[in-house]
């Protein structure tokens, strides 16, 4: 059973950052593809940004030169760097590995308000 945990979540100001971290219970982000989804009050949950085992990256156009995935395979971690936050940042982010069909964090809630 893989287990994902989002943290780092938070209210912040326009134009502000913030960095997000996904705590994986096994060495899987080394392994198999993983990436952060958002879901918005009203809205579907769009993906943000990939990363494979290669670390190629992948984002979404909205957040293209703001945000960057990474991830520390000895730590079993991946991050989300964002950076100049926009009110339209706001939603519930989620970390996804395509591990056995994909798990799914419980999500951190990224504010953006002034």
């Known amino acids: 059973q893989v287990q994902l945990v989002e943290s780092g979540g938070g209210l912040v100001q326009p134009g502000g950052s913030l960095r997000l971290s996904c705590a994986a219970s096994g060495n899987i982000f080394k392994v198999y593809t993983a990436g952060w989804y958002r879901q918005a009050p009203g809205k579907q949950r769009e993906l943000v940004a990939t990363?494979?085992?290669?670390?190629?990256?992948n984002y979404a156009d909205s957040v293209k030169g703001r945000f960057t995935i990474s991830r520390d395979n000895a730590k079993n971690m991946m991050y989300l760097q964002m950076n100049s936050l926009k009110p339209e940042d706001t939603a519930v982010y989620y970390c996804?590995?395509?591990?056995?069909?994909?798990?799914w964090g419980q999500g951190t809630q990224v504010t953006v308000s002034s």
């Open positions: 990363i494979t085992s290669s670390r190629a990256t």
């Open positions: 996804k590995s395509w591990v056995a069909g994909g798990y």
